[in-house]
């Protein structure tokens, strides 16, 4: 049977579009989730996509996070349902504590728009488990609060946990503490990524086709899950 | 009526890049005695009855800040001192 994944559109969202076309082009049926509604309508997985949900007001995920959709995922999560938040995706998790740390203004200022380099670093994840250790993609990044930041214990216990997914290569976007592009919750079912693999699933419209690793990656994961 | 006042700081040891940016161009005002510069936020909140610092701090802790990098504190003040009566 064809996985079924969500796409969570809140005001402000951006990607969503993107998004789903990717989950399509995985061989997924790409589901589109409402904020305001809190049925997940039965989805195997979900895709909380970049832009700037809620205007970005207040901290950028800082609403969200309290959308009833959001309320649901956040209870899924913990039950093992694979979440991947992309860009404003990873921001809200981090605001829902299914992930630790926080984004934050990138640190020269200015909005980073440009193809970049990431080493895969953790091939455990659900949303990472057909890409080689150590493999290089090139992901457009896209972001002006992208900055990883932690406290040293917590940025310790990730790389000690091997929590890290992917990190910056060839120069770093945001400043982002230790390079961080991309990291998981302990049970690996929860990925937060600041760059974009759905805007490189097509040649047309990509840089590579690096992007889709992450969405048959998850395919693979529900495959192999037990029912 | 009272309102509570919410201030929210990053906390000290996170880079304010923003903060920077100010301190940065106060050179070009000629401003020279100036070690650094920090951004918060200030959040007033009227209560409909009496003003709850409790629950105050409550939002603070769940919204207005991010524990994660960000430090709060909750105070009273009398309305003559808000925004609004400046305005």
């Known amino acids: ?227 | 009526m009272p309102r509570v006042v919410v201030d929210v700081m990053l906390k000290p040891e996170i880079l304010d890049p923003q903060g920077q940016a100010v301190a940065n161009a106060l050179p070009r005002l000629g401003v020279g005695d100036v070690a650094s510069v920090r951004i918060g936020r200030r959040i007033e909140i009227e209560f409909t009855g009496e003003p709850d610092l409790d629950r105050a701090r409550e939002i603070a802790d769940k919204l207005l800040a991010n524990p994660v990098i960000e430090d709060f504190t909750v105070r009273l003040v009398e309305a003559d001192e808000t925004a609004d009566a400046r305005s």
């Open chain 1, 1 to 227: 049977m064809t996985a079924r994944v969500g796409v969570v559109t809140f005001p402000g969202s951006l990607d969503d579009g993107d998004a789903a076309r990717a989950v399509r082009i995985a061989g997924a049926e790409p589901v589109r989730l409402w904020h305001g509604d809190p049925d997940l309508h039965g989805v195997d997985a979900v895709v909380l996509p970049g832009g700037f949900s809620y205007g970005d007001y207040l901290r950028c995920g800082a609403i969200a996070r309290f959308a009833p959709v959001m309320e649901t995922i956040v209870d899924a999560a913990r039950g093992g349902l694979p979440v991947l938040g992309i860009c404003n995706g990873f921001q809200i998790l981090c605001e829902a504590h299914l992930l630790p740390g926080a984004l934050t203004r990138n640190q020269h200022l200015h909005f980073r728009n440009r193809d970049q380099v990431l080493r895969i670093e953790s091939v455990s994840t659900a949303w990472t488990n057909t890409f080689q250790p150590g493999q290089e993609v090139l992901i457009p990044v896209k972001n002006g609060e992208g900055c990883y930041v932690a406290d040293t214990a917590t940025l310790d216990q990730l790389e000690a946990e091997g929590r890290v997914v992917a990190r910056y290569v060839g120069g770093n976007p945001n400043g982002s503490q230790r390079d961080i592009a991309a990291i998981t919750n302990a049970a690996g079912n929860v990925v937060g990524i600041m760059p974009h693999p759905e805007h490189a699933v097509e040649e047309l419209t990509g840089p590579s086709l690096d992007g889709l690793g992450f969405f048959t990656s998850v395919l693979k994961h529900l495959v192999g899950a037990p029912a």
